[in-house]
């Protein structure tokens, strides 16, 4: 068990509607990622947040939005949605508490994924 | 091109066998993670590297900075080992990680 927690695990919708996932970093933890894991693709970095702030964004749509509240959960906001967003998405939490500029290199621990599935 | 590449793509082993697997990178970086997908999607931390070698039970992860290549093994390899790995590196003082595709270990007994 990481520590991080993810909800739901399983999340089925149809085309159009709007879906919110939920993630809880590890205790103490500020900075949190979303990925994005389609059927036979790596992994896709989405967002970053750290302490409630956007820090870094990579592949996300228009379509996705993201946060991150004072208690430090955080939320991936998935609109519109297509058949093509059908993934499983990913959170994951770095430790401790030092300045992010100077843990480039803490690890990364993963929730255990929402499986998205758009008919 | 892919700045972290994972060979091989595919790999089955018989249980007990000696698995490697390779990943090569081109850009500079500040450290190196391996990772562990099962087949239900969960994802588990195996090691973060910036130098030298770690070891975990069976497992063993290397880097050589210079040559910008590190290696999984797994000793006596078991049909739990079955699983995708994933390398992912943190190029310089930048935040993101970029992740290799996977390679999709299946170990039989």
């Known amino acids: 068990d990481s520590g991080v927690t993810q909800t739901p695990k399983h999340l089925i919708t149809a085309t159009g509607q709007r879906v919110t996932l939920r993630c809880s970093p590890r205790?103490?933890?500020?900075?949190v990622y979303w990925y994005q894991q389609s059927l036979d693709q790596g992994l896709q970095f989405l967002i970053q947040y750290y302490n409630g702030e956007e820090r870094a964004k990579g592949n996300i749509l228009e379509r996705f939005s993201a946060q991150q509240f004072p208690d430090l959960h955080s939320e991936l906001n998935l609109s519109s949605l297509e058949l093509g967003d059908s993934a499983l998405y990913f959170c994951a939490s770095t430790s401790g508490v030092r300045d992010h500029r100077t843990s480039g290199s803490n690890e990364q621990f993963f929730g255990p994924g929402t499986r998205l599935t758009v008919l | 091109k892919n700045e972290v590449e994972q060979s091989p793509q595919n790999l089955t082993a018989q249980e007990g066998e000696f698995i490697t697997i390779n990943c090569s990178y081109s850009?500079?970086?500040?450290?190196l993670h391996w990772l562990q997908q099962h087949p239900g999607g969960g994802i588990v931390s195996l090691f973060m590297l910036s130098s030298g070698k770690k070891k975990h039970g069976r497992l063993i992860a290397t880097i050589n900075i210079q040559e910008k290549h590190s290696s999984l093994h797994i000793t006596a390899s078991h049909p739990r080992d079955s699983a995708v790995y994933i390398c992912a590196v943190r190029a310089g003082n930048n935040r993101k990680l970029i992740w290799g595709l996977g390679t999709s270990l299946a170990v039989n007994p």
């Open positions: 205790s103490g933890d500020l900075s």
């Open positions: 850009v500079g970086i500040s450290a």
